[in-house]
């Protein structure tokens, strides 16, 4: 059942972020195939793949069905379900999903409405929603923007999307006290923040240095080095930096911590420590970095060795590095000695490891052309992708405060 039911969709994600800018949940698009040959997709056999594959410590989802039948078929499950189910506003114009609509929160479902904010329906249908994930209109974000204290004219306690700028999530998540805000205005928190150098978050500097305390593993201290693109960055630089003398380039993670020992890396955090970061607005865009190596790294064929799985995890969580430095990618990658098929992914996009890192980027959208024809291009089984992002989405961990 497994099988047919990834067989049968395309899949994407996009993050949701609480007011402490920690992972609040996940928005799962789903898109139903239309082919010959390929069965139609059923709204239970997903949610049992779901329940499957979830465990207690996995993030909450939001499912975004893309199809009307698909819409259907979850709305029309028995049962009040742990996912959360999205139907957009020109769905509830449809008198066939409106009857289910309204049936479903009969029986108990989570139903959330996604629409304009200045369109949202009746009282009475909007009653049959748990919450909204509400795009702003411009005018709706100026007055907010312009309102005194307790004035504003968005809801508070509700889901926002596509919010364009940082003032506008501070104002959304710390005075309406949004749910969570869906995607993260990356661009705009950098732009704010271009007067001053971007720092490895403290939170990891400390993690690792505690890690060390505890004389724990080198996989746990890799595992912590890689949940920050820039300070594995610069823990590179510094290995392969002429003041360490190393005979030859030091292209791992794994291989810089076996050589620098417990007590030099100890001393280089140190150093990191006092200037590291402690911007919350950054942690979203740290953390989608991370996701978007790792799905990258779980793209790669299941039967890479462990060695490789490293280097294309490198490949995905470098690869928005230009960001954070302000500088050509093609001139970051090259300061220190990756491999080749690194560079060649993320600049020419060429070479072993672009099709899972064209493929992981793809994902981070509800495009669901664009996936097929890399999957095509690229000869990727879809239902293998499919599983892949939902693994990676299980395994992530939701803080809570």
Known sequence: MLQS??????LGYRPLWNRARQLAGVTLYVHGQEADGIPPADGAHLLRTLRELWSSSSPPVLIAAQTKSLLCSLLDHPERVAPWIEVQDHWLQDAEVLQRVQAAHRRGLKLVWRGDLGRQPAPDLLDCFDHCLLSIPPEY???ALQ??????PLPARQMFENVPSRALLAHCLDQRDALALAGWPTEDVLYSLRHQPIQPAHEVVHALMKAIDQEQSIETF???LGRDPLLAYRFLV???SAALGLRTGIDSLRRGLVLLGY?????WLAQQLPSASTEPDLHPVRASMVMRAE???RLLDAGEGNDLRREVYLCGLFSQLDLLLGEPLGSILRRIPLSE????ANILRTGPYAPPLEIACALEADDAQTILQLCKTHAYDIEEVNRALLRMLADLEVAHN
Request: charged fraction near 20%; charge should be negative.
């Open 141 to 143: 974000a100026l007055a």
């Open 295 to 297: 799905l990258t790294a």
């Open 222 to 224: 890799e595992d912590i």
């Open 341 to 344: 098929r690194i560079y060649d």
């Open 147 to 152: 309102s005194a204290p307790g004035a504003s």
């Open 263 to 267: 007590g030099t890396l100890e001393r």
């Open 238 to 240: 510094h290995v392969n």
């Open 5 to 10: 039911v990834l067989r049968s969709l395309v």
